[in-house]
T-cell receptor, first 115, second 114 residues
Framework: DTEVTQTPKHLVMGMTNKKSLKCEQH?????MYWYKQKAKKPPELMFV???????INESVPSRFSPECPNSSLLNLHLHALQPEDSALYLC??????????????FGSGTRLTVV | AQTVTQSQPEMSVQEAETVTLSCTYD???????LFWYKQPPSRQMILVIR??????QNATENRFSVNFQKAAKSFSLKISDSQLGDAAMYFC???????????FGGGTRLMVKP
């Protein structure tokens, strides 16, 4: 299995809703990432998990809450979002150490619309 | 912090011809990795080619090759024999020495004319 699977593919939520994005990989990668991508812009790093521990939080608002229950699974919990949070949310994974040169594997993303 | 710059927001190429996409970056590190990713309308980011900074030899992957100039901090992508399926957004990306951060350039939209 050489894929990163993200669910759902599309999500519409109200500003008072609570929802979660899910990301799964079975490549044995020990680093996992959340990126946010606005239209016609590059992805922007949100969170990095290394060996299931949060290692980087790029000053993301607390209405985004990441969770890494195990080495294969990464969640992003959403609460009280704003319309400007509407974007494509990409999950990625990578090897650590000497194997990291193989690059990141990305999922196909969740298109989030906040209404 | 590292920065990555792609100076061409859009490029156009005729099918079967060759096109070069430009990328420059700024870093104080001596060891790092550089990548080109392709993002078609399907949204999935696909790794096209990678280059280790400590290797002087330019990476090649079928019709894709790079011109890596470490001193000039330049990393361009050449696509030979362009195909309609090459049409996409192309992102240049820098991975830091610690291996925990991938920084993207602003992207170049490539159009391929039949």
């Amino acid at each position: 299995d050489t894929e990163v699977t993200q669910t759902p593919k599309h999500l519409v939520m109200g500003m008072t809703n609570k929802k979660s994005l899910k990301c799964e990989q079975h490549m044995g990668h020990r680093a996992m990432y959340w990126y946010k991508q606005k239209a016609k812009k590059p992805p922007e790093l949100m969170f990095v998990y290394s060996y299931e521990k949060l290692s980087i939080n790029e000053s993301v608002p607390s209405r985004f809450s990441p969770e890494c229950p195990n080495s294969s699974l990464l969640n992003l919990h959403l609460h009280a979002l704003q319309p400007e949070d509407s974007a494509l949310y990409l999950c990625a994974s990578s090897q650590m150490g000497l194997d990291r040169s193989y690059g990141y594997t990305f999922g196909s993303g969740t298109r989030l619309t906040v209404v | 912090a590292q920065t990555v710059t792609q100076s061409q927001p859009e490029m156009s190429v005729q099918e079967a011809e060759t096109v070069t996409l430009s990328c420059t970056y700024d870093t104080s590190e001596s060891d790092y990795y550089l990548f080109w990713y392709k993002q078609p309308p399907s949204r999935q980011m696909i790794l096209v080619i990678r280059q280790e900074a400590y290797k002087q030899q330019n990476a090649t992957e079928n019709r894709f090759s790079v011109n890596f100039q470490k001193a000039a901090k330049s990393f361009s992508l050449k696509i030979s024999d362009s195909q309609l399926g090459d049409a996409a957004m192309y992102f240049c990306a820098y991975e830091n020495n610690a291996g925990n951060m991938l920084t993207f350039g602003g992207g170049t939209r490539l159009m391929v004319k039949p």
